[in-house]
Antibody, heavy 121, light 110 residues
């Protein structure tokens, strides 16, 4: 059974840093592109970043470029999001999502349950 | 990259059909057939219901269908059921090799 479990969310002051993790199980992690998606309280979904299975290609949304870093450890089937220079507007539930290997691979077939990051003084 | 535009809310009676539009640009929806749709119920993670504009994952009812014309994609739910209530989001791949979600639509069954 495919499972994705995020952790690391916390209350953090503006300007601070936080590292999120996503533990994957039930599939060959290194074969899949992985993404981070966030959702501010009561708001819509926003794509954040993605990383290829071997870590060789990374892309970011403009809103986080230069502040966030996505990475992975395939030996531990884990995905990470290092978040620096956090702002109030980064407050959100952060989901990790698996991109399907079927077809174009441009859609998510599994999501985690999310971890809440609150940026506030 | 601006969010794709969706109506804030759509409602219908049980058994009726509703359509949710998702409008982008020539750099995303208009350029690729890589539109997917997700259903999200309160307090839960989103769930894939349509991928690559028209395809349904296994286990998704054939009451859900997708289409695209120009820069606008659409999701149609036929035979509306109370269980269909929730938030619906479109998503598209873009020419910048990033992704963009729609603004989201709340579906209410009257």
């Amino acid at each position: 059974e495919v499972q994705l479990e995020e952790s690391g969310g916390d209350l953090i002051q503006p300007g601070g840093s936080l590292r999120l993790s996503c533990a994957a199980s039930g599939f060959t992690f290194s074969n899949y592109w992985m993404h981070w998606v966030r959702q501010a309280p009561g708001k819509g979904l926003v794509w954040v970043a993605r990383i290829k299975g071997d870590g060789s290609i990374i892309r970011y949304a403009e809103s986080v470029k230069g502040r966030f870093a996505i990475s992975r450890d395939n030996a531990k089937s884990s995905l990470f999001l290092q978040m620096n220079s956090l702002r109030d507007e980064d407050t959100a539930i952060y989901y990790c999502a698996r991109a399907s290997v079927d077809g174009s691979g441009t859609f998510y077939d599994f999501w985690g349950q999310g971890t809440l990051v609150t940026v506030s003084s | 990259q601006s969010a794709l535009t969706q109506p804030a809310s759509v409602s219908g009676s049980p058994g009726q059909s509703i359509t949710i539009s998702c409008t982008g640009t020539t750099s995303d929806i208009g350029y690729y057939d890589y539109v997917s749709w997700y259903q999200q119920r309160p307090g839960t993670a989103p769930k894939l219901i349509i991928y690559e504009v028209t395809n349904r994952p296994s286990g998704i009812s054939n009451r859900f269908s997708g289409s695209k014309s120009g820069n606008t994609a659409s999701l149609t739910i036929s035979g509306l059921q109370v269980d269909d209530e929730g938030d619906y989001y479109c998503k598209s791949y873009t020419r910048s090799t990033t992704y963009v979600f729609g603004t989201g639509t709340v579906v209410t069954v009257l």
